[in-house]
T-cell receptor, first 114, second 112 residues
Framework: ETGVTQSPTHLIKTRGQQVTLRCSSQ?????VSWYQQALGQGPQFIFQ???????GRGNFPPRFSGLQFPNYSSELNVNALELDDSALYLC?????????????FGPGTRLTVL | DQQVKQNSPSLSVQEGRISILNCDYT??????FLWYKKYPAEGPTFLIS?????DKNEDGRFTVFLNKSAKHLSLHIVPSQPGDSAVYFC???????????FGKGTRLSVIA
């Protein structure tokens, strides 16, 4: 059983650019959630995808968008990057079951916006 | 408004002793709680969870206690080991499938 993987590990972009981050879910999982973790903070929910449809969204602007593919891999896209977007971006996969869904995290992508 | 609070940014414990990490929440709709451990340059690793129908869950050296009336949970690690040194995050959700709401974390240092 493979765990959650993310790519790239690190990324440096400049303000105004666009970025795509990728995630492969743990095998057997059908749900993926993305979180942003700023320095000194806990992870903040961005959005969740279940069976290729967005299934909930946190307090993030529309320039944060995502996709989930039939193989349950996922992308997070951020347009018009701002300095405050610098953070660790975490992907978590889970099996959508009622009541006791545990999310398993990947190692994250460290994004730096200059 | 922070719905999940970990009021101790750091904790230092001697090897072999008990580590107690605390977490408070404000949202009474939360019914599923998790603890994650995070090492630098890695993603959070799931440790242990508890649903609101229980008040204790144990897994080896790790025990989580839930006090619903006080909206408080704690993680006990006995005995503490140097490899337990990490940042511990408390997280909560409403019925499991909704987004996890995290605290800011507590950095645990276990001193040999």
């Amino acid at each position: 059983e493979t765990g959650v993987t993310q790519s790239p590990t690190h990324l440096i972009k400049t303000r105004g650019q666009q970025v795509t981050l990728r995630c492969s879910s743990q095998s057997g999982h059908n749900t993926v959630s993305w979180y942003q973790q700023a320095l000194g903070q806990g992870p903040q929910f961005i959005f969740q995808y279940y069976r290729e449809e967005e299934n909930g969204r946190g307090n993030f602007p529309p320039r944060f968008s995502g996709l989930q593919f039939p193989n349950y891999s996922s992308e997070l896209n951020v347009n018009a990057l701002e300095l405050d977007d610098s953070a660790l971006y975490l992907c978590a996969s889970s099996l959508f079951l009622a009541g006791t869904d545990t999310q398993y995290f990947g190692p994250g992508t460290r994004l730096t916006v200059l | 408004d922070q719905q999940v609070k970990q009021n101790s940014p750091s904790l230092s414990v001697q090897e072999g002793r008990i580590s107690i990490l605390n977490c408070d929440y404000t949202n009474s709709m939360f019914d599923y709680f998790l603890w994650y451990k995070k090492y630098p340059a890695e993603g959070p690793t799931f440790l242990i969870s508890i649903s609101s129908i229980k008040d204790k869950n144990e897994d080896g050296r790790f025990t989580v206690f839930l006090n619903k009336s006080a909206k408080h949970l704690s993680l006990h690690i006995v005995p503490s080991q140097p490899g337990d040194s990490a940042v511990y995050f408390c997280a909560a959700s409403d019925s499991g499938n909704t987004p996890l709401v995290f605290g800011k974390g507590t950095r645990l240092s276990v001193i040999a």
